[in-house]
């Protein structure tokens, strides 16, 4: 027998953003954001739960609290509209479009019903029965108290810093011609607005709306209830045998479910002096019939406990009930389904009960306003402390608002996130500068991930400065067609420090870093210098470029001042009769001969090529030839740091990069020290940022320039898969000043990786505040592009001889690949 609706719905009608139902139940609603999963510690969860059970016991007598948890299974949906996106943005939207993953939304009900409603059951239900006008209704008292009481507790929930609710409105709750609203939405099991879709509700042989077959499982027997129950519970996939990780007690009926479903979370407020007394009553009733039975005799004890507990450390006593209601489109899946909610309850320690002859009233009681009509033959008496243990407390990954970032993925389904780990963390106060750390031993992605992030920040209009050792970056270099710096016996690496870009000026900072490189190249690390020969280098240096204004013809570079120092300086020095005691000019040439055209070095500074750095964007200095040789290498990282900080100071407003892999350690034996320290303690006031990546652990702790300067001025420190270091990981959690929760989260990386798909996690945290694991997940076209494999970086090179460039051969590898598969 069909019946309309319209004719049963139990609301009356919505007013002043207030839910009035037929039987004089009001009701006020939220939309809830919760912390996002994975990312609180054992005292996060405590602190939570404490601010629910304040929050609580603010409320009236009379009240229901309704949490209703909708998860929807969603796929994400690629942009393609972007005209200008790069190569590799795009490949990255082909990859991930309709990603599936479990989308979150979590709203709160509070409804506060008349004095003299009577209690719902199973028989009695306004889905059941006409509706009954309470006989006395007085919202002009009743409502400014319940809206008093209700923003009492929504202050006490976002003091606890870990949510916060926003009040829906009328316009959010009703429909309208355009847009479906949440009355309606909860009626077809859908949060998509479209209104253009009606859906048959139907009970018999079992809940289906539309072509949604529901099924119901609750938990309402005390039976069916856990041993134990806390804010948290040991999450074991992600757990080891050093480390403990903690999620929701709850989480596996929410977020850890993949499956479409809604988790209901009723309390009922009710009188609790009655409550009391109707226990007591109870209680005495079984005492007189606890010698006939021993179920009678537990049962007494049992009550007796309940109530010392109650009286004796004031707890208060209410009704709960927590259900799920799931749903597939394809009836063949329920079995599955049902496997997983069988699971998911297991890992309580509860069972679930299958709602079949009850499901109608249980699906009807969770329309938004009508919780009080919840049958209450199918709640259980507890404490609102154990209670609120059931009440899921996390949410999904969210992705960023800001518009600067890079695309990391979602821990548990990948989907697509924009992770800002700069600008945002700045503007919130929970960074001061933009630095990185990175820390990942062989194998674990270090330099993939480095390729990512570099990448991303890349084309997002960043100037970037590599220093690099093993050729990681060369694949993205050509691809973006950088300069790459590389040392080989047939193109040897090559500058020209003296050359100064049409429109420039040789300021004061130009001339310290070339009488820094004239110095490097005359003394030894142990030899230091004089002041009289600082002033010759200066009055050298000025002299110059004074005569490079006049000589339009002379080519800026070391031959041409060489000749400069042995001409017309050196007359210069005898006409002052500078004595060989202050600067000794023939054993300055001397020395610095071999970099003299003709001599050993005569092509590390006198390049005619790639002069103009400043305006280049992507740089890579790859020093793997060279990071042992005595001569070149000093003189090569003096010139790089030059180069950035030149780009440091002159380009405004304007983003710029240095990642310094694992050449850091060579730059900080050679006297470089005092570089990296000035680079770290300075790049943030231009708008700029420095990363360092090490791999070992002993190299953090061996080398006081990382301990004391790069980890001190690196608020965001980045982790890779540290599985190896396990039994030594106390060390650098305290060189890094890491927390238990952040050591939980660092050992769990790569713990639990989804074997269906190509990814490996990373660990980020920003300041100490907020700390999550990600995945890298990429396209195929992106993961050629970054690949450290020999074998795949030489076939990559290969296709891009054959057809032209990088990305032409990155293309045909692909197209190849996806032939062969």
């Known amino acids: 027998m069909e019946r309309l609706l ?291 005799a537990i049962s007494r004890d049992s009550t007796n406990a309940f109530l010392n507990e109650a009286i004796s450390q004031q707890r208060l006593p209410v009704k709960a009930h927590f259900n799920l209601l799931v749903w597939t489109e394809a009836p063949t899946q329920l079995p599955e389904i049902k496997k997983l909610v069988g699971s998911a309850f297991t890992q309580l320690d509860a069972t679930a009960k299958e709602e ?163 110095l490097a190249l005359w003394k030894k690390d142990h030899e230091s210098f004089k002041r009289s020969e600082y002033v010759a280098l200066s009055n050298a240096l000025k002299g110059y470029y004074e005569k490079l204004k006049t000589s339009p013809s002379l080519f800026p570079g070391f031959n041409s001042f060489y000749e400069y120092l042995q001409e017309d300086f050196y007359q210069d020095l005898e006409t002052d009769q500078v004595k060989e005691k202050d600067f000794d000019i023939s054993n300055f040439l001397y020395v610095l001969r071999p970099y003299y055209q003709g001599g050993e070095f005569d092509y590390l500074l006198n390049a005619k090529e790639n002069l103009d750095l400043l305006q280049e964007r992507f740089i890579v200095f790859e020093l793997d030839n060279i990071k042992d040789h005595p001569i070149l290498f000093p003189v090569v990282t003096i010139i790089i740091m030059e180069v950035f900080i030149h780009k440091m100071r002159k380009l405004k407003g304007i983003r710029k990069l240095i990642l310094i892999e694992e050449a850091w350690k060579a730059i900080a034996k050679e006297g470089m020290a005092e570089y990296i320290k000035y680079l770290f303690k300075t790049v943030r006031k231009f708008y700029g940022e420095a990363i360092v990546v090490t791999q070992e652990v002993d190299d953090i702790i061996s080398s006081p320039i990382v301990k004391q300067t790069i980890i001190n001025n690196s608020d965001c420190k980045i982790l890779l898969d540290q599985s190896k270091y396990q039994n030594k990981f106390h060390q650098i959690q305290e060189l890094l000043g890491l927390t238990a929760k952040e050591k939980a989260l660092v050992l769990s990386v790569n713990q639990a990786n989804d074997p269906k798909r190509r990814y490996k996690e990373v660990f980020i945290s920003l300041g100490g505040m907020q700390s999550k694991v990600y995945r890298t997940e990429v396209s195929k076209e992106e993961y050629l592009a970054y690949t450290t494999e020999e074998r795949e970086k030489i076939k990559v090179m290969e296709y891009a001889a054959r057809f032209g460039s990088v990305q032409k051969g990155i293309q045909a590898l692909c197209s190849e690949t996806e032939e062969q598969n």
């Open 6 to 296: 319209e004719q049963h719905f139990p609301i009356l009608s919505i007013e002043q953003d207030v839910i009035l139902s037929k039987m004089g139940d009001i009701t006020l609603a939220y939309e809830v954001r919760l912390p996002e999963i994975f990312t609180l510690s054992n005292r996060d969860y405590d602190t939570l739960h404490q601010h629910w059970i304040k929050a609580i016991k603010v409320l009236p007598k009379n009240t229901v609290l309704h949490k209703q948890d909708w998860f929807v299974e969603k796929t994400y949906q690629a942009e393609f509209s972007h005209v200008q996106q790069s190569f590799l943005s795009q490949s990255s939207e082909r990859f991930f479009h309709e990603r599936p993953f479990l989308d979150h939304t979590c709203f709160l009900y509070l409804t506060l019903k008349p004095k003299n409603r009577k209690p719902a059951s199973s028989m009695f239900s306004t889905l059941l029965r006409s509706h009954i006008i309470p006989e006395e209704l007085q919202l002009n008292q009743s409502l400014p108290n319940f809206q008093d009481a209700c923003g009492q507790l929504e202050r006490i929930l976002i003091d606890s810093g870990f949510m916060s609710l926003k009040r829906l409105t009328e316009k959010e709750l009703l429909s309208s011609s355009s847009r479906a609203g949440l009355l309606e939405n909860y009626c077809r099991l859908s949060l998509d607005s479209d209104p253009r879709f009606i859906h048959d509700i139907q009970f018999k042989p079992s809940l289906q709306i539309g072509n949604k077959h529901a099924r119901i499982f609750s938990l309402s027997d005390p039976e069916d209830l856990p041993q134990l129950c806390g804010s948290r519970i040991n999450y074991d996939k992600y757990s080891t045998d050093h480390s403990k990780f903690s999620v929701g007690f709850a989480a596996a009926l929410g977020q850890l479910l993949p499956c479409n479903h809604l988790y209901n979370q009723y309390l009922f407020l009710g009188d609790s002096q009655q409550t009391l007394k109707t226990l007591e009553a109870k209680r005495l009733r079984l005492q007189s019939l606890a010698n006939y039975s021993r179920e009678n």
């Open 356 to 518: 079949s002859v009850g499901a109608p009233q249980i699906f009807w009681a969770g329309i938004p306003g009508n919780s009080a009509d919840f049958p209450m033959n199918e709640t259980f008496d507890t404490f609102v402390e154990q209670a609120t243990c059931f009440f899921h407390q996390e949410t999904g990954y969210q992705s960023s608002i800001s518009p600067f970032g890079i695309r990391l993925g979602d821990r548990l389904t990948g989907k697509p996130l924009q992770v800002d780990l700069s600008d945002e963390p700045v503007k919130r106060g929970i960074i001061t500068n933009r630095n990185k750390f990175i820390l990942g031993p062989s194998g674990s992605g270090k330099s993939f991930f480095t390729n990512h992030l570099v990448r991303s920040y890349y084309e997002q209009g960043t100037h970037v400065v590599l220093v690099d050792v093993g050729h990681s970056y060369k694949g993205l270099c050509e691809l973006v067609q950088g300069y790459y710096f590389t040392y080989d016996e047939q193109h040897p690496i090559c500058f020209n420090p003296f050359y100064i870009p049409t429109g420039e000026q040789l300021d004061t900072e130009k001339k310290e870093s070339i009488k820094t490189l004239l």
